[in-house]
């Protein structure tokens, strides 16, 4: 039965083929990205589906290295050990995460456990005294994602979000282009993400380890596109719900649409669900010109296209990509590309304010009183 990470890594190797286009490397996207004596040492925690994702993708990078994982499947370990040269001595359980603080091999602990264990895992990296970063959604709340970013702040260390699209060609291009005001005042946005979901018995349709439903998982990425469409912050949402499978949604939302007042005066009109795929576009609309991705969030190709013309931006590993632009912020002191705690604070901010619009029956929920 397939999960979201399953429909999304096939959906990116189809498209891939299809296209007959070689991935460029991150090196070649960034032509200063050359394999430097300093490497920013990465441990993996939470060894599912999408550490494996990243895991592959790490061995094309050039400032970032996996040295470490963190698991609470002892099975998997010697796996692990044997794919990625992962020595006896930075291998951890949840319960010895603690004695990862004294191991210099070791930077940076990526955490991709399921949704609701994020705040725990970041509270004991940062702990540790290791920077961290943390898969979407950061939390269940903006409570949470609060507490998280003191922790980190108190420790000293620096926390941030797996937001690889803001690392992705296509995407940064838009962003350059509504920048430069290519697109004159922005007045429109329509973005959604969704998927058919499978396995019923999954963590992602229990609410205690997933936080919520479709909108906590692919719904955050039409909501981040819509704050980097604009490049503001949305004054005011609402929301409705629709649920066709009352079982296997018994515990989370099936499909939200949502729309969010920004105060330039844009609207976006945005989607995401769990009961049907091809649901993956990013659009974006100003009074002199619009820009299209589609594909928009998943693992990749991207496509874009804008009223100039096809983007035609380098194909990307977004993984490899993500983890040396992120090695590079911290080595090297660049300005991230909106990825930091903070901005997965923004996003839990308006995703609280969705759940509370659907609780009082889609009724404007203004986000300055938050």
């Not at 003191?150 to 690889?164: E, H, I, L, P, S």
Request: glycine share 10%; aromatic share 8%.
């Amino acid at each position: 039965m397939s999960s979201r990470r399953d429909i999304l890594h096939q959906l990116s190797i189809g498209l891939s083929a299809a296209a007959l286009t070689p991935l460029s490397s991150p090196a070649s996207v960034f032509p200063d990205l050359k394999r430097p004596d300093k490497q920013l040492r990465i441990a993996l925690m939470g060894l599912g589906g999408y550490a494996n994702i990243v895991a592959r993708a790490m061995k094309e990078c050039k400032r970032a290295v996996l040295t470490g994982i963190v698991t609470g499947t002892p099975s998997k370990i010697a796996t692990w050990k044997s794919n990625y040269g992962i020595p006896d001595k930075n291998v951890y359980s949840y319960d010895t995460l603690h004695a990862i603080a004294g191991n210099p091999d070791i930077d940076l602990v990526y955490v991709t456990t399921p949704n609701s264990l994020h705040h725990k895992h970041v509270l004991q990296v940062a702990a540790a005294g290791k920077h961290v970063i943390c898969e979407k959604p950061v939390a269940d709340n903006a409570q949470q994602a609060r507490e998280m970013i003191a922790a980190c702040k108190k420790a000293g260390v620096k926390f941030y979000v797996g937001y690889r699209l803001h690392f992705e060609p296509h995407t940064r291009e838009m962003i350059r282009l509504r920048k430069a005001g290519e697109f004159g005042n922005i007045m429109h946005v329509n973005n959604y993400m969704g998927f058919k979901i499978g396995d019923p018995n999954q963590w992602r349709l229990k609410k205690a380890l997933a936080g919520g439903g479709a909108m906590m998982d692919v719904g955050i990425y039409a909501l981040n596109g819509a704050r980097y469409a604009t490049g503001e912050e949305p004054v005011w949402v609402t929301a409705q719900e629709t649920k066709t499978d009352m079982v296997k949604f018994a515990e989370v939302d099936e499909t939200v649409t949502f729309q969010l007042g920004f105060p330039g005066g844009a609207v976006a009109s945005c989607g995401t669900t769990y009961n049907f795929n091809n649901y993956e576009r990013l659009y974006l609309i100003g009074d002199k010109g619009f820009a299209e991705l589609s594909p928009a969030f998943g693992y990749g190709p991207i496509r874009g296209r804008t009223h100039i013309g096809p983007m035609n931006q380098p194909l990307v590993s977004h993984q490899a990509a993500q983890m040396d632009g992120l090695a590079d912020c911290i080595l090297n002191s660049t300005p991230d590309p909106g990825m930091t705690g903070e901005e997965g604070l923004k996003d839990m901010l308006v995703i609280d304010a969705v759940y509370e619009s659907l609780r009082k029956n889609g009724e404007k929920i203004y986000l300055h009183k938050k």
